[in-house]
């Protein structure tokens, strides 16, 4: 008998006679029960795709993917969220779960804040969600009030929309999806315990939606979790066996290989493969959107600094990735400020001021300078400079050493050990802002103009996504830290 018009909330005849059950037939049941939620799962095959591919392409653009969800679907949004970073070394922020009632929902149930509806317009806007963002709704039932009305706020904000439910949504719900996923696993074992077969089916999911997203930026090399996160003695020797795997070395080799590559290890591998330092293994994935076996196939015969690996043909994604990597920086170098290890526990020599005084330097002295000459002449050269995350250091007044400046005199003495990270943070916001300004609107043709580099030729498109690369070396040196397991401490 149907308790309502929810497929979730139905009675299945199967199981009507479990009160009376063994243990044993109560497993059986259940075991039967369960055999349903894979076939329903692929079954939405082809949506389930089109929802990576989606939140894969806004994700290069700069934006995140948001679980929104109340009970259990909240619960399985922020676990899956939750799992990212460790499993894929992605951002803390990069995913994020957002369930009614908060934190306490996590642990302890609240019911009734599934229909705070208020809440749920709150919660979207504490998050920030932006144009860029995909916002997915997780409601078994297809009906949750406070899931409702966050899609609705994310819309507002101009979000991608999507849907997970295990019941058919009402029309006006679907109308708000862009991409709808709906296993329908039928009546639960116990009328209306979601928990149960929709539960897993949301799990399922959940798993298949980040680890294709995942697989689809890179993050993943043959079956090998190469960004992981080595933060505890397991993943560090899980990041051992993955370098060990994938280089043919022993063990004292492939942690010799991480400790190089700071613990990274993609870095590690495509050091070992490509035969060349860390900072042009970095190069050479950046260059290849971090996808390793890309990078090992373009450049294991090439000879550094690659900078003709680019694909000329590029599409306006890419511009627009380009940009949106140039304008966001000094957000995650302020997120690596905030995590930044204290000095006996970092890896480099350098701590955030040092590293913050540089790019600053950088900014005004060679990479606007540069920015300007290839839009006002016709191939300009410069000399060979490949940008290094570790340059060398004076102690008092750190330079752009290594980069060719262009602009004549450098940043005079204000770059000194009396400013600090949030003062420097400020001033590289403000002089980046002035070279975004100069790059913002530009067609095609000025984005393929050309410049000499050394012997190289490069366009500006590629000439900025180097400088964007850099930008993101110099964060992940400033929260690099030392881990005893590598280093022997």
Known sequence: MELDGRLTEAGNPLTAGIDRASAARIVELIGAEDRLVAPAVAAETERIARLIEEVAKRIRRGGRLIY????????????????????????????RGVIAGGAEALVMSREGAEDDEDAARMAIRDVGVRPADFVLGIAASGSTPFVRAALEEARRCGAGIGLLSCTPPPDDLSRLADVMVTPLVGPEVIAGSTRMKAGTATKLVLNTLTTGVMVRLGKVYRNLMVDVQAGSRKLVDRSIRIVREACGVDEEAARRLLLAAGGASKTAIAMHELSTSRAIAERALDECDGFLGEAIDRFGDRTPPYYSGYDPDFAGDDLRRVLERLRSAHERLERAVEEEAPPERRTGRWAAREHLAHLVECEVMAFR??????????????????????????????????????????????????????????????????????????????????????????????????????????ALRIREKVHPTLSGG
């Open 369 to 474: 300078p540069r920015v300007e000459r290839i839009l006002a002449e016709h191939s300009p050269r410069f000399e060979d400079w490949t940008p290094s995350p570790d340059p060398p250091i004076n102690a008092d007044r750190p330079t752009a050493a290594g980069a060719s400046v262009d602009a004549g005199p450098g940043v005079e003495a204000g770059l000194t050990a009396e400013i600090g990270p949030a003062q420097l943070l400020a001033v590289y916001a403000a002089e980046r802002e002035k070279t975004i300004r100069l790059i913002e609107g530009l067609d095609e043709a000025a984005w393929t103009r050309p410049a000499q580099i050394g012997e190289e030729p490069v366009t500006l498109y590629q000439f900025l996504r180097g400088v964007a690369h850099h930008d993101e070396a110099h």
């Open 68 to 95: 929104v969800g109340a009970g259990t679907s909240g619960r399985l949004g922020v676990l899956d969220a939750a799992e990212c970073p460790p499993t894929f070394g992605t951002e803390p922020d990069l995913v």
